[in-house]
């Protein structure tokens, strides 16, 4: 069977890249990629989407936080 890195390649390779890392983290293998139910595969892919989202939402309010900065020290 394949071996984790072998899965993250051929994920990589496909345009599913996005969420390489979640099955790689998990271990997934080939033989556990195959048997593995639509349910199970949308939930891994869905913990790599709820990772995305919440990095993007601390960039933005990092963001947020340093304008808000700019524009008080300009009150001062």
Known sequence: GWSAKEVRKLLEATGLGRFAAAFFSRGVGGDE??????????????????REEASAREAAAQLLAAQLEMLRAREC
């Open 33 to 50: 990629l195959l048997r593995m139910s639509g349910d199970e595969l949308r939930a891994v892919m869905a913990e790599q989407a709820s």
